[in-house]
């Protein structure tokens, strides 16, 4: 897919890439659709944080090959659910040709972690660092409702700023920023303006909740037979 004319990326930091809008109405029906059917198979589940067992406030789930876990013995990528101890379902196309759009990365994504956050989640600052193929940006997607998204550098000393995410904005760390510290401070209620809105919101999130995926490449490409 050719990028929208209309699409105005907006540099936040050296490759941290803000795409405000990047997916349009239809593309976030059909994306939440998508989800819904694989959510349906790889439930959302509640993770914990390694060593104190914390449980997280987001819930999460993963699309592809692999996926992202958190639990008392750590964090890591696995093939299959941690519940179900099914495989993953398959990353949803349109996130796919996301990647193919704005990644500018010469394989394909192995992970799609689905982050779901009802109104009063967060996720403190934390670095995405659990891949080989640091060479390769991460993806984000959202869906849902508003996010206030916190961004400062590779030290968690560093200064931080925040941008608002809305549904359907990508952004893209990586090169310089791929192993900045990022989180999400809250989500927003709704705007006063959006409340009668008639778009529906993603059937797998609760009331003013949000959706955001995360694609990935883990393994260095060559390394391992995945995609
Ligand atoms: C993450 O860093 O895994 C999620 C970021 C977001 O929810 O926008
Ligand atoms: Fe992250």
Redesign the pocket.
């Known amino acids: 897919m050719g990028l929208p004319a209309e699409l105005r990326p907006v540099e936040l930091l050296p490759g941290l890439i803000h795409y405000p809008g990047y997916l349009d109405g239809p593309a976030r029906c059909r994306l939440a659709a998508d989800l819904a059917a694989r959510l349906a198979d790889a439930p959302p589940y509640r993770p914990r944080m390694p060593r104190t067992g914390r449980p997280f406030s987001v819930t999460m789930s993963n699309c592809g090959a692999l996926g992202w876990v958190s639990d008392r013995s750590g964090y890591r990528y696995q093939a299959h659910h941690p519940e179900t101890g099914k495989p993953w379902p398959a990353i949803p196309d349109l996130a796919l040709r996301a990647w193919d759009d704005l990644s500018g990365y010469p394989a394909l994504p192995e992970a799609c972690?689905v982050?779901l956050?009802d109104a009063d989640a967060r996720?403190g600052l934390?670095q995405?660092r659990d891949e080989a193929a640091l060479d390769a940006p991460v993806l984000?997607l959202?869906l849902g409702a508003s996010?206030l998204?916190r961004y400062g550098g590779p030290n968690r000393s560093n200064p931080t700023r925040s941008v608002r995410?809305h549904a359907g904005d990508a952004?893209i760390m990586g090169g310089a920023a791929r192993l900045i510290h990022?989180?999400?401070d809250r989500i927003l209620p709704p705007a006063p303006d959006l409340l009668d809105s008639a778009e529906p919101g993603p059937g797998f999130l609760p009331q003013d909740g949000?959706c955001?995926l995360?694609l990935r490449r883990v393994t260095r490409p060559g390394d391992a037979p995945t995609a």
Do not use: E
């Open positions: 972690l982050n956050y996720m934390h995405d984000s959202s996010a998204f995410l952004l990022h989180g999400i949000r955001n995360t």
